[in-house]
């Protein structure tokens, strides 16, 4: 028997003027890195697939945050919606842009020795000072 195809998600920024597919979504990790946290105000949640299988519509201003990553935003509305390491094969796709979230669960924390002291991770899910050597 064949494997099944994996699924494809869907999404859109706020104005919907950047739409994209990506197919074969991993599970949703929160990073609480400072430079995530910067960025969106809060923690990140985003899950990732092969840039590959990725595919994006719409003017994406890709923002260069470090030597080796860059976030996405929609240039109209602003609303973030990737982030990749440009020295990975991967992309990762903030969730809350998805039109179904269906068959993803959210995995752990990353960077939670950056994490803000205003806050605790309290939902009982694996916790990583940092990126885990064994990656997510």
């Known amino acids: ?80 919606l990737f982030w990749r390491n440009n020295t990975r094969d991967t992309i990762s796709i903030l969730p809350g842009n998805l039109d179904n979230t269906g068959g993803l669960k959210t995995k752990g924390h990353v960077y939670v020795s950056e994490k803000g002291d205003y806050y605790e991770v309290t939902d009982g899910l694996p916790q990583f000072e940092a990126f885990p050597e064994s990656g997510i």
């Open 1 to 80: 028997m064949a494997a099944a195809e994996p699924k494809t998600y869907s999404g859109k920024c706020y104005c919907g003027a950047v739409r994209f597919d990506a197919r074969g979504l991993k599970d949703i990790w929160y990073c609480h890195c400072t430079q995530c946290r910067s960025l969106t105000g809060h923690y990140m949640a985003a899950c990732r697939a092969l840039r590959d299988d990725v595919r994006i519509g719409g003017d994406v201003k890709w923002i260069a945050v470090s030597e080796n990553s860059e976030h996405g935003f929609c240039a109209a509305c602003c609303s973030p």
